[in-house]
C-alpha cells in the first residue's frame, strides 16, 4: 500500500539528540525517507574460512527530505539558516523575514517523528503500527531547483541523524494535517540588481542553489551514539541552462570570471559576478500595459503580499560549455558555480516562524499508538 499511511512531523530540539516536545506539520509536498545504517566490522580468524563473530559500531543514520517551497511553510529554512531576521512589515502589509548563515553560531538540530499504519496493510495482526522519532537530524545540504516545464521551486534537505526511538501499538490516524498555505511560484534571474530591467534574463531555463554546511557528526569511545556534532565551511552554488542568444549574459562573463564586456580571456584583473537576484512573487506583472504600476519585475515585486528574493553575492564563474550543433538548441550552461554567499527575504502572512503552540502548524493532536 502506498504512503497513504504514514505521515511525518518535526520540531527543533533544544538540545542535540534528546528529542522535541513542539512539533509542527511539513510543507506541502513533503517525502521524507531514512536510512539507518550499523558500521559492523567481521572478526577473522588464521585457521578458520568462517568469521569468529562481528564487532558493532556507530549508528550512521541518513535522511533526505524534499518538499514544494511554500511562503507560508519557511520553518524549515530555519534548520538550515542561523540566522532569522524581522523586517518588520512590508507596504503591502505581510511580514518580512531574511535568512542568512553566522558564523558566530550552527545550525540546530531537529527531530522527525514518523507515524505508520501498518494494520492496513496487514490481515491477521494487530498492535503493529508504529511511530518512530529520528533524533539528533542536522541538515548537510539544501538545493533549491526551479525548471522551466513546471512552476514550483523544489527544494531537497538531506542530513544525518543520531539516535531512533520507536513506539508500536494501534493508531486510529496519521499525523497528517490539511494544506494550507501559497505555493512560491516561477522564478526570474536578474544578474546585478533587479531595479534595472535590463539584467533580467528572460531566457533562463533551469536554476537551482544550493548550500553545504559541511555538518558531521562527532563520535567518542564511550557510545555508539553521537553525542556531539560540528559544522564547518558553508559551500554555496548556483547552476542554471539559459537558452543561448546573448553573449553578454555568460559567455563574455567566463572571460573574466564574472565581470561582463569581455571579448577575451583575462590574466590579471579577474572578479566574480557582484550581485544576483532570483525573484518570486504572487503579484501579476502586466503584460499588456493596462496597469502602468505593474509595468516592470520590480513593481510587481514592490506590489505583492507573498514574495522571495534569492540575494547572491559575488558568483565566480569558471567554466562553460560550447555545446557542438547537433540540431539540438544552444543554450549556455553553467554548473556549480561557488558563491561567496546566499540570502534569501520573503514576504508572508504567517505572523510566527517558531517552533511554539502559537505556530498555525502546530500539531495539537499528535498521535500516540494505544
Same mark, same amino acid.
Given at each position: 500500500?502506498? /504512503?497513504?499511511? !504514514?505521515?511525518?512531523?518535526?520540531?527543533?530540539?533544544?538540545?542535540?539528540?534528546?528529542? %522535541?516536545?513542539?512539533?509542527?506539520?511539513?510543507?506541502?509536498?513533503?517525502?521524507?525517507?531514512?536510512?539507518?545504517? #550499523?558500521?559492523?566490522? #567481521?572478526?577473522?580468524?588464521?585457521?578458520?574460512?568462517? $568469521?569468529?563473530?562481528?564487532?558493532?559500531?556507530?549508528?550512521?543514520?541518513? $535522511?533526505? $527530505?524534499?518538499?514544494?517551497?511554500?511562503?507560508?511553510?519557511?520553518?524549515?529554512?530555519?534548520?538550515?539558516?542561523?540566522?532569522?531576521?524581522?523586517?518588520?512589515?512590508?507596504?503591502?502589509?505581510?511580514?518580512?523575514?531574511?535568512?542568512?548563515?553566522?558564523?558566530?553560531?550552527?545550525?540546530?538540530?531537529?527531530?522527525?517523528?514518523? *507515524?505508520?499504519?501498518?494494520?492496513?496493510?496487514?490481515?491477521?495482526?494487530?498492535?503493529?503500527?508504529?511511530?518512530?522519532?529520528?533524533?539528533?537530524?542536522?541538515?548537510?545540504?539544501?538545493?533549491?531547483?526551479?525548471?522551466?516545464?513546471?512552476?514550483?521551486?523544489?527544494?531537497?534537505?538531506?542530513?544525518?541523524? %543520531?539516535?531512533?526511538?520507536?513506539?508500536?501499538? /494501534?493508531?486510529? +490516524?496519521?499525523?497528517?494535517?490539511?494544506?494550507?498555505?501559497?505555493?512560491?511560484?516561477? +522564478?526570474?534571474?536578474?544578474?546585478? +540588481?533587479?531595479?534595472?530591467?535590463?539584467?533580467?534574463?528572460?531566457?533562463?531555463?533551469?536554476?537551482?542553489?544550493?548550500?553545504?554546511?559541511? %555538518?558531521? +557528526?562527532?563520535?567518542?569511545?564511550?557510545?555508539?551514539?553521537?553525542?556531539?556534532?560540528?559544522?564547518?565551511?558553508?559551500?554555496?552554488?548556483?547552476?542554471?541552462? *539559459?537558452?543561448?542568444?546573448?553573449?553578454?549574459?555568460?559567455?563574455?562573463?567566463?572571460?573574466?570570471?564574472?565581470?561582463?564586456?569581455?571579448?577575451?580571456?583575462?590574466?590579471?584583473?579577474?572578479?566574480?559576478?557582484?550581485?544576483?537576484?532570483?525573484?518570486?512573487?504572487?503579484?501579476?506583472?502586466?503584460?499588456?500595459?493596462?496597469?502602468?504600476? #505593474?509595468?516592470?519585475?520590480?513593481? %510587481?515585486?514592490?506590489?505583492?503580499?507573498?514574495?522571495?528574493?534569492?540575494?547572491?553575492?559575488?558568483?565566480?564563474?569558471?567554466?562553460?560549455? $560550447? !555545446?557542438?550543433?547537433?540540431?539540438?538548441?544552444?543554450?549556455? /550552461?553553467?554548473?556549480?558555480?561557488?558563491?561567496?554567499?546566499?540570502?534569501?527575504?520573503?514576504?508572508?502572512? !504567517?505572523?510566527?516562524?517558531?517552533?511554539?503552540? /502559537?505556530?498555525?502548524?502546530?500539531?495539537?493532536?499528535?498521535?500516540?499508538? *494505544?
Amino acid at each position: 500500500m502506498s /504512503s497513504i499511511r !504514514q505521515s511525518i512531523i518535526y520540531g527543533k530540539e533544544s538540545a542535540y539528540g534528546k528529542g %522535541a516536545s513542539v512539533f509542527l506539520h511539513p510543507p506541502p509536498g513533503s517525502f521524507f525517507t531514512s536510512t539507518h545504517s #550499523r558500521q559492523a566490522t #567481521r572478526i577473522q580468524s588464521t585457521g578458520s574460512k568462517y $568469521w569468529d563473530a562481528y564487532a558493532y559500531g556507530t549508528l550512521n543514520g541518513t $535522511w533526505e $527530505w524534499t518538499f514544494m517551497l511554500d511562503y507560508n511553510y519557511l520553518e524549515p529554512l530555519t534548520l538550515v539558516f542561523e540566522s532569522v531576521k524581522s523586517n518588520g512589515t512590508t507596504a503591502m502589509g505581510s511580514n518580512s523575514y531574511t535568512f542568512s548563515k553566522l558564523n558566530s553560531s550552527r545550525i540546530p538540530s531537529f527531530c522527525v517523528r514518523r *507515524a505508520i499504519i501498518n494494520t492496513m496493510a496487514n490481515s491477521y495482526d494487530t498492535d503493529v503500527d508504529e511511530v518512530v522519532e529520528l533524533r539528533g537530524c542536522v541538515c548537510k545540504t539544501i538545493t533549491f531547483a526551479r525548471s522551466a516545464g513546471s512552476s514550483q521551486v523544489q527544494v531537497t534537505m538531506s542530513g544525518f541523524y %543520531a539516535d531512533e526511538y520507536m513506539v508500536t501499538g /494501534s493508531l486510529e +490516524a496519521t499525523d497528517y494535517s490539511d494544506y494550507e498555505g501559497n505555493l512560491v511560484e516561477y +522564478a526570474c534571474l536578474f544578474i546585478g +540588481a533587479y531595479t534595472d530591467e535590463d539584467n533580467y534574463v528572460a531566457n533562463t531555463e533551469s536554476l537551482s542553489i544550493s548550500i553545504d554546511n559541511s %555538518a558531521e +557528526a562527532v563520535f567518542n569511545t564511550c557510545t555508539p551514539f553521537s553525542k556531539e556534532y560540528h559544522e564547518g565551511i558553508t559551500n554555496y552554488t548556483f547552476s542554471t541552462t *539559459a537558452y543561448s542568444n546573448d553573449p553578454r549574459h555568460y559567455k563574455e562573463r567566463v572571460y573574466s570570471g564574472g565581470k561582463t564586456q569581455v571579448l577575451q580571456p583575462l590574466s590579471k584583473g579577474m572578479a566574480p559576478v557582484d550581485l544576483m537576484h532570483i525573484l518570486s512573487y504572487n503579484a501579476e506583472l502586466d503584460r499588456f500595459g493596462n496597469d502602468t504600476s #505593474r509595468d516592470t519585475h520590480a513593481e %510587481a515585486y514592490k506590489a505583492s503580499t507573498l514574495s522571495m528574493d534569492i540575494e547572491i553575492t559575488k558568483c565566480v564563474i569558471r567554466s562553460l560549455q $560550447w !555545446q557542438n550543433g547537433d540540431g539540438s538548441k544552444l543554450q549556455d /550552461s553553467i554548473s556549480s558555480a561557488d558563491c561567496q554567499q546566499i540570502t534569501m527575504t520573503f514576504a508572508t502572512t !504567517q505572523s510566527t516562524l517558531d517552533f511554539s503552540t /502559537s505556530n498555525p502548524h502546530y500539531v495539537r493532536d499528535m498521535v500516540t499508538p *494505544a
